[in-house]
């Protein structure tokens, strides 16, 4: 079977899960704080925090963001409505309430339906790189400046992906990434929250932790926010380890399977807009009708032995969850890609013949279209 994702453990990461287990030091710690290094030196900003996993890497940033606004008591966020549901999670679990944009044809949020959303009660947009591919940051952060809005750049499906040059995620006011088994950098699970910003930097570290005051004698068991758990563990943080020795080469390997694809298969999903690179967490594809789809994912599956599955879906229309919203809206690209969408594996653990079989099936099967087109 030709897995959706791959995690890889390195000599690094081995040498380093011996020598943990031989100085029974399996808790968050030194290896932590080393990957924590490692991410802030390659992303190149000042602060990079350690967290479970990329839900909850949202839902510090937001909590922190919420923390520094207390007094003027904003709770409106505005969001893709096609995402994982996560994301969307990450904003329930702060009390906070989402406010739903319809996507492009790439996937991403419109941001030319933005600024129709703003008002005295936002807090934040919080757009997500959807697929590796990067949102439109500059108009976000247009509307950031000129409403003074927090950004908050969901970046889990795109470590390493550029806009105009640089890394997407550091390119608002936070950025949150996951370390899950489909991601640039997988751990199994885990994640982590990069800014420049001191004051997100040291919330978050106490909001992981339950809330806690700080890590001193002293402080240890005063809580003074309500908090989660959401630490990352020593085996993420040594997996993590072993996969940054090689992870530009990894991430360049992805974007070459992603291109391989595009040329051979003629289908050309993933084409960069101006001032994109993208390291691609699947290759997505459309298809002729949901009906369709759904006999395809298991043509893929028996037929050519490839793991495929579906894009998001529109979170407030397509998603019993979020039902109790009760959103009268209509968000019809969102909507679309949520019953047509479907994506196959594109990570760096693919084999050259892997490759020939993901474009075989796409060459082969029928009503098979690219997306964002």
Same mark, same amino acid.
């Given at each position: 079977?030709?897995? #959706?994702?791959?995690?890889?453990?390195?000599?690094?990461?081995?040498?380093?899960?011996?020598?943990?287990?031989?100085?029974?030091?399996?808790?968050?710690?030194?290896?932590?704080?080393?990957?924590?290094?490692?991410?802030?030196?390659?992303?190149?900003?000042?602060?990079?925090?350690?967290?479970?996993?990329?839900?909850?890497?949202?839902?510090?940033?937001?909590?922190?963001?919420?923390?520094?606004?207390?007094?003027?008591?904003?709770?409106?966020?505005?969001?893709?409505?096609?995402?994982?549901?996560?994301?969307?999670?990450?904003?329930?679990?702060?009390?906070?309430? $989402?406010?739903?944009?319809?996507?492009?044809?790439?996937?991403?949020?419109?941001?030319?339906?933005?600024?129709?959303?703003? *008002?005295?009660?936002?807090?934040?947009?919080?757009?997500?790189?959807?697929?590796?591919?990067?949102?439109?940051?500059?108009?976000?952060?247009?509307?950031? &400046?000129?409403?003074?809005?927090?950004?908050?750049?969901?970046?889990?499906?795109?470590?390493?992906?550029?806009?105009?040059?640089?890394?997407?995620?550091?390119?608002?006011?936070?950025?949150?990434?996951?370390?899950?088994?489909?991601?640039?950098?997988?751990?199994?699970?885990?994640?982590?929250?990069?800014? *420049?910003?001191? &004051?997100?930097?040291?919330?978050?570290?106490?909001?992981?932790?339950?809330?806690? %005051? /700080?890590?001193?004698?002293?402080?240890?068991?005063?809580?003074?926010?309500?908090?989660? #758990?959401?630490?990352?563990?020593?085996?993420?943080?040594?997996?993590?380890?072993?996969?940054?020795?090689?992870?530009?080469?990894?991430?360049?390997? &992805?974007?070459?399977?992603?291109?391989?694809?595009?040329?051979? /298969?003629?289908?050309?999903?993933?084409?960069? *807009?101006?001032?994109?690179?993208?390291?691609?967490?699947?290759?997505?594809?459309?298809?002729?009708? *949901?009906?369709? &789809? %759904?006999?395809?994912?298991?043509?893929?599956?028996?037929?050519?032995?490839?793991?495929?599955?579906?894009?998001?879906? /529109?979170? $407030?229309?397509?998603?019993?969850?979020?039902?109790?919203?009760?959103?009268?809206?209509?968000? $019809?690209?969102?909507?679309?890609?949520?019953?047509?969408?479907?994506?196959?594996?594109?990570?760096?653990?693919?084999?050259?013949?892997?490759?020939?079989?993901?474009?075989?099936?796409?060459? %082969?099967?029928?009503?098979?279209?690219?997306?964002?087109?």
């Amino acid at each position: 079977m030709i897995k #959706s994702a791959r995690v890889r453990i390195t000599d690094r990461t081995r040498q380093l899960m011996t020598e943990a287990m031989n100085i029974d030091l399996l808790d968050q710690g030194r290896y932590t704080e080393k990957l924590e290094a490692e991410l802030a030196d390659w992303f190149g900003v000042k602060y990079a925090i350690g967290v479970a996993n990329g839900t909850m890497a949202d839902a510090c940033a937001l909590a922190a963001i919420r923390y520094l606004n207390e007094e003027e008591k904003r709770n409106e966020v505005i969001v893709p409505a096609l995402t994982f549901i996560a994301q969307i999670n990450a904003v329930y679990y702060n009390h906070l309430k $989402p406010i739903f944009i319809d996507a492009c044809p790439d996937g991403n949020m419109d941001v030319d339906q933005i600024e129709l959303k703003i *008002n005295e009660k936002t807090l934040a947009i919080m757009p997500v790189h959807l697929l590796g591919r990067p949102a439109k940051m500059h108009k976000i952060s247009e509307l950031a &400046r000129k409403y003074n809005l927090f950004v908050v750049e969901d970046a889990c499906e795109a470590m390493g992906s550029l806009y105009y040059g640089t890394r997407v995620g550091t390119l608002g006011d936070v950025g949150c990434f996951s370390f899950y088994v489909s991601h640039s950098l997988a751990t199994g699970e885990g994640g982590v929250v990069i800014t *420049n910003n001191k &004051r997100i930097a040291d919330l978050v570290r106490s909001l992981r932790n339950h809330g806690r %005051q /700080s890590e001193s004698l002293e402080e240890k068991f005063q809580f003074p926010r309500v908090g989660f #758990s959401a630490k990352m563990n020593c085996m993420e943080a040594i997996i993590g380890l072993g996969g940054m020795d090689n992870i530009d080469e990894s991430l360049k390997t &992805r974007r070459a399977h992603c291109l391989t694809i595009n040329r051979l /298969s003629r289908i050309e999903s993933f084409c960069e *807009n101006p001032g994109e690179m993208i390291i691609p967490h699947g290759y997505p594809l459309m298809v002729s009708t *949901n009906e369709r &789809r %759904q006999k395809l994912l298991s043509v893929f599956t028996e037929k050519y032995g490839i793991e495929a599955r579906q894009i998001f879906s /529109s979170v $407030p229309t397509q998603s019993g969850a979020y039902k109790y919203l009760n959103d009268q809206e209509h968000h $019809p690209v969102a909507e679309d890609i949520g019953r047509r969408g479907i994506y196959l594996p594109c990570h760096d653990g693919l084999s050259t013949k892997d490759l020939q079989t993901i474009i075989l099936a796409i060459q %082969q099967e029928e009503n098979l279209n690219a997306f964002g087109k």
